[in-house]
């Protein structure tokens, strides 16, 4: 049974950097095959996806917030950690982080997401 | 890379069958047999519905189906359902930066 679950802060300051961490069980990050991403859904808006790290350590960006993310894992920990630099009140958002199988390109499982709010 | 496009909302009768419509380019939708959708009801995270065009997860109802044809990929409902109202996503592979989301469509169960 695969299992996400986010966690991190509920509000951070204008300028502050995000740091989410998503601990999964079910499933393991060195699996050829496997990814965790990164999804983010502002109130009453759509989903947007942020990253996406892959069991082979290979890392891919949303290209308008490439320079600000930055995606690791830890297999040992069964965990995988989003940083965002610059946060902003517009960054505001329910994270989600999903698991992913790279041959078919979907999302089955997903985290219950985690609410952050930029607020000074 | 810009969102695929969605109608904002639809709507149906119990019993009816809906069609929910997600265009995109031929750098995504067009290019690839990668697109899934997504069920959100609210509060709750996205569930998959269908992925790689036509493909649906063991559990889902066989009364959700999808298709694809050139650039614009198609989730339809049929026997319409209260519970099926809730907000649905498409999202298509493109390339490099894997994803593009659509910008969701609400499904209201009249």
């Known amino acids: 049974q695969i299992t996400l679950k986010e966690s991190g802060p509920t509000l951070v300051k204008p300028t502050q950097t995000l740091t989410l961490t998503c601990t999964f069980s079910?499933?393991?990050?060195?699996?050829?095959?496997?990814?965790v991403g990164w999804i983010r859904q502002p109130p009453g808006k759509a989903l947007e996806w942020l990253a996406l790290?892959?069991?082979?350590?290979?890392?891919r960006y949303s290209p308008s917030l490439k320079t600000r993310l930055t995606i690791t894992k830890d297999t040992s920990k069964n965990q995988v950690v989003l940083t965002v630099t610059n946060m902003d009140p517009v960054d505001t958002a329910t994270y989600y982080c999903?698991?992913?199988?790279?041959?078919?390109?979907?999302?089955?499982?997903w985290g219950q997401g985690t609410l952050v709010t930029v607020s000074s | 890379q810009s969102a695929l496009t969605q109608a904002a909302s639809v709507s149906g009768s119990p019993g009816q069958s809906i069609t929910i419509s997600c265009t995109g380019t031929?750098?995504?939708?067009?290019?690839?047999?990668?697109v899934s959708w997504y069920q959100q009801h609210p509060g709750k995270a996205p569930k998959l519905m269908i992925y790689?065009?036509?493909k649906r997860p063991s559990g889902v109802s066989n009364r959700f189906s999808g298709s694809k044809s050139g650039n614009t990929a198609s989730l339809t409902i049929s026997g319409l359902q209260a519970e099926d109202e809730a907000d649905y996503y498409c999202?298509?592979?493109?390339?490099?930066?894997?994803?593009?989301f659509g910008g969701g469509t609400k499904l209201t169960v009249l």
């Open positions: 079910g499933f393991s990050l060195s699996t050829s095959g496997v990814g």
């Open positions: 999903a698991h992913s199988e790279v041959s078919g390109w979907y999302l089955d499982f």
């Open positions: 790689e065009v036509s």
């Open positions: 031929s750098s995504d939708v067009g290019s690839y047999n990668l």
């Open positions: 999202c298509s592979y493109a390339g490099s930066s894997p994803w593009v």
């Open positions: 790290i892959y069991w082979d350590d290979d890392k």
